[in-house]
């Protein structure tokens, strides 16, 4: 059972129904603890060598970015220390905010092979979708490691709120972002003799550790793919792969992979949670926060997701 | 001119190129030695090819299509099977270099189910190669489709393409309308009453129940089929032609039609429904599934299989049981009546009135009633009575107020009216909304000239500040202008002049000069219920012509803030 789909009234409570499903699912757990330095849970759990810690904070934030906030970073190994938000070679925290329960619903994805990965879609009321995760892409060419850990924070400002190409917005996976909140998607690219790198998207064009990817950005992998809407023919859209790059230097990036299971695709013809099948293939697809809508209301247009169920 | 010159041209001048490469910082990863299986990856490019660059294969969507069996679709619901039904399963090998053997395509309870394969099996696939199978449902067999038609590849797990439908038959016997089509709509509504007559009321069906009871006359060969039809099949759907729909066709339809010129318009027509085309005896019938309604068309979803010429008549259908076995009255050897009642076994739908004038939170229900018929009035009072048989009976009235309830009675000519009354009685969604009905009788006279600023009316002395004391139902008025203008305001006092004149204060001014001539009536308004949860529509003819439907109103207590949001009622 590699996809569940469950509810639950509060971060915390998610949290141990997600340590529920990735134990049934080959994850080894490490702990669930309280956080000591805030307000929240902490939950550790691998598969094979990947490590990763997902946590909540309750309180915080501002009008823009409510709390509460749901995160997830990785690491490597696991250090039983009183507090839990101190792990060997970890990334910053990928968060997401206003996860408020109750929750319409929860969805769950996981794989602990080839690649393994934990997507969690949180529908935090009728049409509105959160999305974190952690996993290890599909590396492509001189890469190791390849672990990622992603969030989505939607930035609440009434002007912004249903623009969604806006970068005040971050988006899993995608690198158009401005430093209104923190960047949600982080990467461990290591290549070259060099290691422990974790990238993540950057608003500066000098960042040795930026990350490029995603749909909404001039120079993202899919930036024109994203404007590729659904076949006439079909009413069906092709699933595009998360291409991650990262700076070699001199100006040049390098493809480092893209997520397992994991695609960027328009909803134009698809419902926010509805499945797609290709061949044996099931395909659960939800909008980057909410799809279209009226004024006022937070609204990522047509940008989706598009989840693999493999069982 | 020296080159440095084109310089600007040639390079963006951000020296993207030209940086050295940043200083790295990073310390050697422990966890590094513990992934091989995750680490570099080198793509061996044959020797043939000449451009030997390295790299690594990118996924793309092809990736997600390629590589693996299609099968489209994957469940065929083919909903009311009401006629032959034909449809196409498509197998594609979408493996971009690998030839597949197709070793079983097999159909599991197919009964009247016809498999039409494009070859026998062992069946080769070259890659990228796809065949079709064709499928034909027919009317007969049981009545309950669930087959499942698998794939199976050498080396792949079966791929089941599921079937699920309904098989009905069509009910194509035509009523007698001389004694009319009785049709019958049930809500049912939880009412829970306080003692002083505030109610809650549940709609317990979202849906009225809808029934439909008429005469039918057979004969001949009509008459045995009638017999056989209802002896085989008579637990089983119908397919219900609603009869006071029907309509004649205009023009001749040729065989594998899909779009029929008719008038759609207030009729029982709906997408995804079926229709009912009928000859001139009950075995030339056809039922089609409808896919889209046009202003003088509908399209059907699949072609008609038989050419149907100008006066078939054309009419909307919903499914139906028989509520109980039909009576027949045998008229002759040849000829016999039926009686037959049959019982929608779908939901039926009807927007609720949308244009009414709207008071305080509801419609009012401006439409006078038809009075061909004496219309009763009455009053319900809940009493409560102590009485041990030996003293004076004790009397209360916990509610000081009368429940007033009146009958309203439509007769409707065309379909638009039908369709308004239809309205109607969705919104009243039998005993459970509310609306603001007026009596429809002069009960109050204007005696002297309005302004259109003043807040006070004087009229005729009838006995209201004495005898209503401003309680629900007797305390809001509709103020009927000869120029059609209507007008709704609630009474907040009333005084007695003299003998002669009561005086009302209402909440706010009319807007307009009002002369006593100008008026043509000054009702009471009433907010009420049905006070049945079942409404009869009689078609004395069909659609075109008339029909009655009858209720009877009765009062509910209003809330007495005067907020214009719905009412707790």
Same mark, same amino acid.
């Given at each position: ?14 949290l141990?129904?997600?340590?529920l499903?990735?134990q049934?699912n ?39 970015r ?6 997830a970073?990785? /690491? ?7 507090n ?18 109750? =929750? ?41 490691t390849?672990? =990622?850990?992603?969030? %989505?924070?939607?930035? =609440? ?17 995608d ?86 299971d ?32 009226p004024?006022?209301?937070?609204? %990522? ?11 | ?24 910082d ?7 030695? +513990? ?142 309308? $001389?004694r ?13 009453? +306080? ?6 009321r ?24 009638l ?9 089983r ?11 004649w066709?205009?023009?001749? /339809? ?29 075995f ?17 979803r ?42 929608i076994?779908? %939901? ?10 709207? =008071?305080?939170? /509801? ?41 007033? +309830?009146?009958?309203? /009675?439509?007769?409707m ?12 009685l969705?919104?009243l969604?039998?005993?459970q ?5 007026p ?42 202008l ?26 706010t ?11 043509q ?21 069909? %659609? ?19 907020? $214009?949001?719905p009412?707790?009622?």
């Amino acid at each position: 059972m590699a996809y569940a789909t469950s509810a639950a009234n509060d971060p915390n409570e998610l949290l141990d129904k997600l340590r529920l499903f990735a134990q049934g699912n080959g994850w080894a757990i490490d702990g669930l603890r309280d956080r000591t330095t805030k307000t929240g849970r902490a939950l550790s759990l691998h598969a094979g060598p990947l490590y990763a810690t997902f946590l909540t904070e309750l309180t915080g934030g501002d009008g823009n970015r409510p709390p509460p906030f749901v995160g997830a970073f990785g /690491h490597t190994g696991y250090v039983a220390n009183a507090n839990a938000d101190v792990q060997n070679e970890a990334s910053a925290i990928a968060w997401t905010n206003y996860a408020q329960g109750p =929750y319409s619903a929860v969805h769950f994805f996981s794989q602990v092979a080839p690649q393994p990965y934990l997507h969690i879609v949180l529908e935090t009321q009728a049409g509105t979708f959160k999305h974190f995760g952690t996993g290890r892409l599909v590396t492509a060419g001189a890469v190791h490691t390849g672990q =990622y850990v992603y969030g %989505s924070q939607w930035f =609440y400002d009434a002007n912004h709120i249903n623009s969604p190409d806006d970068q005040r917005h971050a988006v899993a996976f995608d690198d158009a972002w401005y430093n209104f909140v923190s960047p949600v998607t982080r990467v461990r690219a290591d290549y070259d003799g060099v290691a422990s790198r974790w990238h993540s998207v950057s608003d500066s064009d000098t960042d040795t550790r930026r990350l490029l990817c995603g749909w909404r950005g001039r120079a993202a992998p899919i930036n024109l793919l994203k404007d590729l809407g659904h076949s006439t023919l079909t009413g069906r859209a092709p699933g595009q792969p998360l291409w991650c790059a990262v700076p070699r230097g001199a100006g040049l990036f390098s493809d480092v992979g893209h997520p397992p299971d994991l695609r960027f695709i328009r909803l134009d013809s698809y419902a926010p949670g509805e499945e797609l099948t290709l061949g044996s293939d099931r395909w659960k697809l939800f909008p980057v926060h909410r799809k279209n809508g009226p004024a006022g209301t937070p609204n %990522s247009g047509i940008y989706g997701y598009a989840y693999r169920i493999t069982d | 001119m020296p080159w440095t010159a084109l310089w600007p041209l040639t390079f963006s001048g951000q020296g993207d190129y030209f940086t050295s490469p940043p200083v790295w910082d990073g310390r050697a990863g422990g966890a590094l030695g +513990s992934e091989p299986r995750f680490g570099a990856r080198s793509v061996a490019v044959p020797q043939h090819v000449a451009d030997q660059r390295r790299g690594a294969l990118q996924a793309m969507f092809g990736e997600d299509f390629f590589d693996r069996i299609h099968v489209e679709p994957r469940v065929l619901n083919l909903g009311n099977v009401s006629s032959v039904q034909q449809r196409a399963v498509r197998v594609w090998n979408a493996y971009r270099a690998r030839a597949l053997t197709l070793t079983d395509a097999a159909l599991v309870a197919g009964e009247g189910i016809v498999l039409t394969a494009p070859g026998a099996t062992p069946l080769p696939f070259a890659p990228l190669s796809e065949r079709t199978w064709q499928i034909a449902v027919g009317t007969d067999g049981p009545p309950v489709i669930a087959a499942t038609l698998s794939f199976q590849f050498a080396g792949f797990g079966a791929i089941p393409v599921v079937i699920t439908g309904q098989r009905i038959v069509a009910w194509a016997f035509a009523p007698d309308w $001389s004694r009319g089509v009785l049709e019958r709509l049930a809500w049912k509504t939880d009412i829970l009453t +306080s003692p002083t007559q505030v109610e809650q009321r549940r709609g317990l069906r979202s849906a009225p129940r809808r029934s439909f009871e008429a005469r039918m006359i057979v004969d001949g060969r009509e008459r045995v089929l009638l017999d056989l039809a209802v002896f085989g099949w008579g637990g089983r759907t119908w397919a219900l032609p609603i009869w006071p729909d029907v309509q004649w066709l205009a023009n001749e /339809h040729a065989l594998g039609v899909r779009v029929i010129a008719c008038d759609p318009a207030h009729r029982d027509f709906r997408v995804g429904g079926l229709v009912q085309l009928c000859g001139k005896t009950a075995f030339e019938v056809e039922v089609a599934e409808v896919e889209a309604i046009g202003a003088i068309s509908i399209t059907l979803r699949h072609p008609t299989t038989k050419a149907w010429p100008r006066g078939t008549r054309l009419y909307p259908v919903r499914t139906a049981r028989l509520a109980e076995l039909p009576k027949v009255t045998r008229l002759s050897d040849q000829a016999a009546a039926i009686s037959a009642r049959f019982d929608i076994v779908e %939901s039926c739908d009807w927007p609720t009135v949308a244009d009414a004038p709207m =008071y305080r939170g /509801h419609p009012v229900l401006a439409q006078r009633p038809d009075e061909t018929e004496a219309l009763s009035n009455g009053w319900q009072r809940v009493l409560l009575t102590l009485d041990n048989d030996f003293g004076r009976p004790f009397v209360m009235d916990p509610a000081d107020w009368a429940a007033v +309830s009146q009958a309203h /009675h439509w007769r409707m000519h065309g379909r638009a009216e039908r369709s308004a009354v239809r309205s109607w009685l969705y919104t009243l969604r039998g005993r459970q909304c509310a609306v603001w009905r007026p009596t429809h009788a002069d009960d109050l006279v204007l005696v002297a000239n309005v302004a259109g600023t003043a807040t006070a009316l004087d009229v005729a002395n009838v006995g209201l500040a004495r005898f209503a004391g401003l309680r629900p139902g007797r305390r809001d008025l509709r103020i009927e202008l000869r120029n059609g203008q209507a007008i709704h305001r609630r009474i907040t006092a009333a005084v007695a002049l003299d003998d002669e004149i009561e005086r009302l204060t209402i909440d706010t001014a009319i807007g307009v000069d009002i002369r006593p001539q100008a008026v043509q009536r000054i009702s009471f308004l009433v907010l009420s219920r049905g006070d049945s949860d079942e409404a009869e529509i009689e078609h004395h003819t069909d %659609s075109d012509g008339a029909a009655d439907a009858s209720l009877v109103l009765r009062a509910v207590r209003d809330p007495d803030s005067d907020d $214009s949001g719905p009412a707790p009622a």
